[in-house]
């Protein structure tokens, strides 16, 4: 049993640094659109007193986040992943994140907040980020900094903390290009 979870293991390693190689390959080419997951946060939900714009009413980046951020952005220069613009949620761990990695104020995008409960604003807000993503068509990349369950809603695809999935339009729907791992 221990050797088939060890072979298991040892299968999962080289695919995941073979999404990432492929995921940078593509940034570094430009022109894409990239969903990045917030860093690492110090708890799982917001508290009862949330406030959009009070950062000590929300859950915030971690000291690990704050360094998982820094490094993202470190390895977009190294990588020579050029960013065009960058978006974010206006939650404070998704504005910190950007802030962190990129060096920059970010461009507040209220789609990009956590999505609603209701079925109708949920699907307003993934219109309206699916309307950035079609409309976008610079050099150089888009990143729009958000959340779990917006990504999974937009793609499937259940990303780490701090990971970025880069996507294209297909359609109504969003085609997974590649990942990034930190």
Not at 48 to 64: E, G, K
Not at 88 to 117: H, N
Request: hydrophobic share 45%; with cysteine.
């Amino acid at each position: 049993m221990i050797r088939f979870v060890l072979a298991l293991l040892l299968l999962a390693i080289p695919a995941a640094a073979q999404a990432t190689d492929a995921g940078w390959a593509l940034l570094r080419d430009g022109g894409h659109v990239v969903l990045l997951r917030h860093a690492m946060v110090t708890g799982t939900t917001d508290p009862a007193n949330f406030n959009i714009d009070s950062c000590p009413t929300q859950v915030n980046l971690s000291a690990r986040g704050k360094q998982q951020a820094s490094k993202i952005g470190a390895l977009f220069a190294a990588r020579a992943a050029p960013i065009e613009r960058l978006l974010s949620s206006r939650y404070c761990r998704c504005l910190e994140t950007a802030r962190i990695a990129f060096e920059t104020e970010p461009e507040p995008f209220a789609p990009l907040d956590l999505l609603k409960g209701d079925d109708t604003q949920k699907a307003e807000q993934i219109a309206a980020i699916m309307k950035e993503i079609r409309d976008y068509s610079g050099s150089d990349n888009l990143v729009m900094v958000t959340h779990l369950e917006n990504i999974v809603a937009l793609t499937g695809i259940s990303p780490r903390e701090g990971e970025a999935v880069v996507v294209e339009p297909q359609g109504d729907t969003l085609r997974v290009l590649g990942r990034v791992t930190f």
